[in-house]
């Protein structure tokens, strides 16, 4: 197994998913954790986190130095390279040529961390220090025009240092990199898989839970769906589920729904319909915000007063993946939290006093996905598609109106049909319909038509954090397309959304 010493990065979810991917085992420890405890971890490796703060800073985070001498391999990536070089006699620096974004990396020795990898590639750095003398016994790999020092290494003690991130998709070649950590350095082997890590979540729900009760806010989704199977197996009946029919569902939805998740699973689940809640509160609204704001306050109060039901409740479970918690800490791309406010139980909490237990919150969708499937669910259950919790609220551009719910809910029920029967469900990360507030002219029966636009949706994604609109063939969209004008009243034209994202965002709303 490898130990991952956190330093504060907002990569370090995906330094451990790097390493998942290879079947190899992590754990993420703080920098306070003692030598004794790492080494009763017995680790094959290490890895140094990077971080924001600065190694002169006062406050910067450090870890007993006694680690570089416990003859376990080590890698420091970014700040944790500017960190063991400090620690062990050299020198790092604040220098006037900060390095943010992507660099040409050129590669003066191409064994060992940089085994199967061309002379000259990309990386991506982000560091305002650097370092500028090696420790005895330290020689340089791999340099940027602007860090003279971006890779380095003791080969004889096994100590690596990269001054950028690896585990981004920015640093092409960061895979294999992290890979010749794993197996030339570490000699790690590749015996971790999902099962493991099943059984030790449901361990440690055990453990954290004891006798106390679990509620849990479910959707429908993936994730809400794995995160209740999961803590179910670990404790029964002390897991109480929560489902709010918000008048805002697929069509026939909480009906699919129950028979899947009740039948199927054997959770205890209260079905709670709070539709018209919801749609008196939205009536006449426009506003992509204040819609989402409503949905989401009328949503935490009724599930606040189903929760009060529940009798010695202590925990409140969710579903949190990891690109979630990126998304509000706005990696890369800029604050994509503050785009949209999300509708989840963000809130919850904080306001009904519970704490809080995020099984799947280090984990990605395609990890949750394959979790799921050791868990024994349904292929129906975890090939769902993401949907918002706002649902078609946040579809119907203008006002939400239970007429405007219905033809919507027509459309989408056509488009996915065709979409799963041409075998395309699975390979999209969604697909759906918009509703528009404007109407067209069309020509129906030799009659004169003036009705609803709707605009299909269908994006490729890994983690919706950027996405690509789905090339579909045209023999599909014409089908679907068809269908729809065809079957649905009050629909007489249907758009395609040829956007990504970014620019554009997955949801119109
Ligand atoms: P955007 O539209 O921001 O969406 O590109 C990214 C992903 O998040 C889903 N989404 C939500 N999920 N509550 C959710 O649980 C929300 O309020 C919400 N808004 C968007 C969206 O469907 C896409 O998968």
Known sequence: MIVVIDFGSQYNQLIARRIRENRVFCQIEPPTVDIETIQSLNPDGIILSGGPSSIYEKKSPKIDTAIFDLGIPILGICYGMQFMIDALGGTVEKTTKREYGFAGLNIKKSKSLFEKIDQSTTCWMSHGDSITKLPKGFSVTAS???????????????????????????????????????????????????????????????????????????????????????????IGKHLTCIFVDNGLLRLNEAAKLKIILKQHLNINIRFVNAAKFFLDALNGVTDPEKKRKIIGKIFMDIFDAEAKKIQGADFLAQGTLYPDIIESQSAFGGPTSIIKSHHNVGGLPKKMKLKLIEPLKYLFKDEVRALGKTLGMPEELIWRQPFPGPGLGIRIIGEITRKRLTVLRKVDDILIQEIKA????????????????????????????????????????KDAMTADWARLPHKLLAKISNRIINEVNGVNRVAYDISSKPPSTIEWE
């Not at 395309?424 to 404007?438: E, G, R, T």
Request: some cysteine.
């Open 144 to 234: 940027t025009d602007n860090t003279p020092v971006a890779a380095a290494e003791n080969i004889k003690k096994n100590l690596y240092g990269l001054q950028f991130h690896p585990e981004v998709e920015h640093t092409p070649k960061g895979k294999q990199m992290l890979r010749n950590f794993l197996f030339n350095a570490c000699d790690c082997k590749r015996n971790w898989n999902m099962k493991a890590f099943a059984k030790e979540s449901i361990q440690q729900i055990k453990k954290t839970v004891g006798d106390k009760k679990v509620i849990l806010g479910l959707s429908g989704g993936v994730d809400s769906s794995v995160t209740a199977v999961l803590i179910h197996q670990a």
């Open 422 to 461: 041409n075998g395309y469900y699975k390979k999209l990360w969604q697909s759906f319909a918009v509703l528009l507030p404007i109407k067209s002219v069309g020509v129906m029966g030799d009659k004169r038509t003036y009705e609803n636009i709707v605009t299909l949706r269908a994006v490729t994604s």
